[in-house]
């Protein structure tokens, strides 16, 4: 029978993380529903992991929350934004307007904040998610990281989350649906080089035929 049990530190990580991995998909997806989700799916990855394969599992949960986020702004990079309370669904904190400005910036600088306010370091978010990311994180200031801290959820939010979590277990083998999700992403991340590399080869290969025949 197939091992679906959940890894055995997960309460104490997600008591510790959730909030921040929150912090941080809202702030790259800017919609409340979506950041509910793209958390959701960090914290079920990590819970889905053996034990043997966790060395440091606040990294692995962090960089499954950058993936997923990079993920989710590939395929949503023409969404919308939802910045203001005006609209159907109300932010899950106080909203200011001084936040607008940093939810408006780059993604770099989203990611960056998120990061910076979970308390990785440069070096880290350079691992986590690239130069850039780490660049930003050294270029930002105390007041923008004081105003980004405020974007926690509350706590029937965090407790929604953690049921959810243990039912998805309780459901569905989720090894199993994660080594899915795992392979169909690398494939969407390197789809793009494989759609160059075909039509390089149509270059290619007209490029032959008319010097063959001129």
Known sequence: ?????????????????????????????RDPDEAHKLTFDSFLRLGGMKEDDLRDPRMVLYRNAVILCEDWMARKIRKKPYISENGKKPFPFPYEDNMKPFLLSSYARRMALGLCCAGMSPEEGRKLAGYMVSRKMRKLKDEEMQLAKKMIPPEDEISLLTDQIYERFAQRNVRVENAIHGVKSAFDRVAPY?????????????????TKMS
């Open 194 to 210: 494989l759609a160059f590399l075909v039509l390089l080869f149509f270059a290619f290969c007209f490029w032959f035929v008319r």
């Open 1 to 29: 029978m197939p091992d679906n049990s959940i890894y055995r530190g997960f309460d104490s990580v997600y008591a510790a993380e959730s909030a921040s991995v929150y912090r941080l998909c809202f702030l790259i997806a």
